[in-house]
């Protein structure tokens, strides 16, 4: 594909393929028809897929300019390409998937950061609604996750790092967003004090992706056996 022509627009290269993704869409023998799922070259500034990405009733096609961090989403509809939704990223692209999150048979958009210097990456998940006809930013976690398809929940453990405190947080699909629901955190006093450690308690009960509330705040404490047990069995209850 033409791009890292940086000469030639989205709309062009788009309408260059459209009659090949035509003929592919006739044919449907495959789901994915352009695009390299991570990135390979340094001096690449766009990154473009183009299929059956999410379900196999719909011709998706995406766009990332990684310069400026974007990312733009097509329809194919009646033979012409329709913008269905954009967004500025907050992480710095490296890849891109397509996961089944909420066990309704479509996949969502999964872009992932490169690792950091303690191995930890960064999704961010784009939701197509059916309300809208769009695709939407629903929310971003963070490393080690498991998905919890009959429950349309996500559980994340973060083991922390150098720059931020280690966490274990429960996120579930509400109003086609992915919001966190509880979060457990061994927080740092301060950045100055590497040894004392808080032990705090979040939940949310609405819908909003910051509705995070602290609900507890003490000193950690190991042989505290109720932050232990809240801790190791956070996922249980």
Known sequence: ????????????????????VIAKTKADSEAFYFGNPMVEE????????????????????????????????????????????????????????????????????????????????FQEVYFYSDK?????????????????KDKKQIEVTYEGSAYMDPYKALYEWRNEMLVPVKKVVLAHKSEDDNTALKFEYYENNTSNLKGLTLMVSEPYNEENKKQKSLWDNFFRH
């Open 132 to 148: 809208t006809s769009a695709i939407h930013y629903a929310g971003s976690f963070s490393t080690d996750y498991v998905i919890k």
């Open 42 to 121: 340094e001096e690449v500034f766009r990154q473009m897929w183009i299929g059956k990405l999410l379900e196999p009733s719909r011709v998706i096609a995406i766009e990332v300019n990684i310069k400026d961090t974007n990312i733009q989403f097509f329809e194919l509809k009646e033979k012409s390409w329709k913008l269905i939704g954009s967004n500025k990223m907050s992480i710095p692209f490296f890849g891109i998937e397509f996961k089944d999150l909420t066990a309704d048979q479509r996949k969502e958009i999964v872009i992932s950061s490169t690792r950091n210097m303690n191995a930890n990456t």
């Open 1 to 20: 594909m033409d791009v890292n022509d940086s000469s030639k627009t989205t709309k062009q290269i788009l309408e260059k393929y459209l009659p090949s």
